[in-house]
C-alpha cells in the first residue's frame, strides 16, 4: 500500500522513480481504508531532503500511510526556501489538536547547544508532552531523541571528543522485539552525531531497554514503552550519499572533520560509498509501522485514552 504526500512535494516524484508506491489525497480520499496518520515533525535544515527520506522507508509497507510535515511554530529555516514550507508544512500550533498514529521527530545540528538553549525548546517540550495525549507512537531521532530522552527521563548528553561518524556495527540486543524483527545480528548503521549518551546512564533509569548496541559508539535505539517512544540515535534512513555531503561540506567549509569510518571502499573518498544498511532501515521503520497498525485504536479520536 502507498503512503500519501502531495503529488507536488518534491519527493513524490523522487520516490516514483525508486519504486515506492505513492499516492496523492484525492486519489487516498477514494480508498475505503482508514490510513495510518503519521507526522514527521522535522527539524533539519535541508527539509526536501531530511522528509525524502523518511518518507521513503515509511513508504515502503503494505499499509497505506497519510505523512503530514509539521514544523516549529516560530522557527523560520534559513535553507529551505519559505514557498516549499508555506505549501507543505503545517506548523505544530495548527496541528497540535491533531490525533496521530504515529510521529518521526527528526534531529537537528544543535548539538553543541545545552537544550534549554535552543530557540525552540519551549514549543519542543510542548511537543514532547503533547505526544502523550496525541499520539499512538513516537520515533525520535539523533538529537531530538536524546531531546525527548533527557526531557521524560533526566538522561544528559555529553560531548564527543572527535565527531562519530561513519559507519559502525551494532549489535542486536533484542531480537525478540517487534521492532527488530528480521534483524541480523550483527549489522551496519550509519551514524553521525558530536554527542553521545551512555550506557550507564541509561542502565540507571527504570523502563529503558537498549536494543541496538556498538562497542565503538555506544547505545544506538532505545525502547520508552511507558511514554510509548523509541529514541534512536544514529541514522538507518540516510541515503547512500549523506555522509558524503557532510564530509564535503565540512572539507569545504575547512572544518575539524576526519573520513567517515567504513564508508568509501577502502578509504578512497573518490569512489562512490557502497550501501550496506538500506534493508535494515526499510526493516526498522517497516517494523515501526506494523507496529503501530497492530496497536493503535481504529478511531483516532480514542488515541491518548486508555484502553478497557
Known amino acids: 500500500m502507498p503512503i500519501t504526500i502531495p503529488a507536488d512535494l518534491p519527493a513524490f516524484d523522487v520516490l516514483s522513480t525508486e519504486g515506492v508506491m505513492v499516492m496523492d489525497p484525492d486519489r487516498a480520499a477514494r480508498q475505503d481504508i482508514r490510513p495510518l496518520q503519521i507526522g514527521l515533525l522535522n527539524l533539519m535544515p535541508k527539509k526536501a531532503e531530511t522528509e525524502t527520506q523518511f518518507a521513503r522507508v515509511i513508504g515502503a509497507t503494505p499499509l497505506q500511510v497519510d505523512l503530514t510535515l509539521i514544523r516549529m511554530s516560530d522557527h523560520e529555516s534559513r535553507n529551505t526556501p519559505s514557498a516549499h514550507l508555506e505549501t507543505f508544512y503545517k506548523r505544530f500550533q495548527d496541528v497540535k489538536y491533531h490525533k496521530f498514529d504515529g510521529v518521526i521527530i527528526t534531529g537537528a545540528p544543535i548539538e553543541h547547544l545545552e537544550f534549554d538553549a ?132 565540512d572539507i569545504a567549509n575547512g572544518g575539524p572533520i576526519q573520513l567517515p569510518v567504513n564508508y568509501y571502499p577502502d578509504d578512497d573518498p573518490s569512489r562512490a560509498p557502497e550501501n550496506r544498511w538500506r534493508s535494515h532501515g526499510h526493516l526498522l521503520y517497516g517494523n515501526w509501522i506494523n507496529q503501530i497498525y497492530q496497536t493503535t485504536h481504529f478511531d483516532l479520536a480514542q488515541i491518548g485514552e486508555p484502553r478497557s
Open 118 to 249: 535552543v530557540n525552540y525548546y519551549e514549543e519542543l517540550r510542548e511537543v514532547f508532552a503533547w505526544t502523550q495525549t496525541n499520539v499512538h507512537h513516537t520515533m525520535a531521532v539523533c538529537w531530538g531523541g536524546m531531546a525527548m530522552l533527557n526531557y521524560f527521563h533526566g538522561v544528559a548528553k555529553d560531548s564527543l571528543p572527535a565527531k562519530a561518524f561513519g559507519c559502525f556495527r551494532h549489535r542486536n540486543l533484542a531480537p525478540a522485539s517487534p521492532f527488530l524483527r528480521g534483524f541480523s545480528d550483527d549489522f551496519v548503521v550509519p551514524v553521525s552525531r558530536w554527542t553521545e549518551m551512555r550506557q550507564a546512564d541509561i542502565d540507571a533509569r527504570t523502563g529503558l531497554r537498549v536494543l541496538m548496541h556498538s562497542d565503538e559508539v555506544g547505545p544506538c535505539l532505545i525502547d520508552d514503552p511507558a511514554h510509548r517512544v523509541l529514541y534512536m540515535f544514529n541514522h538507518l534512513e540516510y541515503d547512500s550519499t549523506t555522509l558524503k555531503g557532510e564530509y564535503d561540506r
